[in-house]
């Protein structure tokens, strides 16, 4: 499994432990930046690891920044893209169980730094549930289709 991994400024100390962990468990990986702690913009860093998850150029991504959010907000409008932002590893399990998540989202000011491994190591070992889930997989693709062809896709129910 190959993984690229981005932060903004406040996620960098955060991806630096995530990076250390990740070579010490063999998982080859791509620093996409940013290298320090002096303020960057938060967008310019998920793009790039979303465009590569998009694209199936490398399998998975992770994503920090200060609370998570604004890269989340980033990495979905991707398509392909299942952007989770994990608080613990509930999130983590879940999100890749029943949503395939193919990038992880932390945000740094809100964990510790055991936390944030431990969602990681969870997040790397949970395979896709299929099953139900992939149904609802199949409507994200569905809709994301349907707003690249111009059209807005109503609900449909299971019923």
């Known amino acids: 499994m190959k993984i690229s991994i981005a932060s903004d ?27 320090g702690a002096l303020s960057v913009d938060y967008p310019d860093y998920a793009v790039k690891v ?3 998850v998009s694209e199936g150029l490398i399998d998975r991504g992770i994503l920090i920044c200060g609370t998570g959010i604004g890269m989340s907000i980033v990495a979905n409008k ?23 998540a193919n990038i992880l ?17 969870v997040w790397l070992k949970t395979p896709f549930d299929g099953g139900r889930h992939q149904r609802r997989l199949d409507k994200l693709q569905e809709i994301e289709q349907s707003l690249k062809n111009g059209t807005i896709l109503a609900a449909k129910s299971n019923e």
């Open 50 to 52: 979303a465009n590569l």
């Open 78 to 100: 991707f398509p392909g893209v299942r952007a989770a932002l994990c608080h613990n590893t509930e999130t983590a399990k879940v999100g890749r169980g029943h949503n395939d």
């Open 105 to 121: 989202v932390l945000g740094a000011r809100g964990l510790a730094p055991d936390l944030a491994l431990s969602i990681v190591a």
């Open 9 to 35: 400024h406040a996620g960098f100390e955060c991806k630096s432990r995530i990076l250390q962990y990740l070579s010490e468990n063999q998982v080859e990986t791509i620093d996409l930046g940013t290298d």
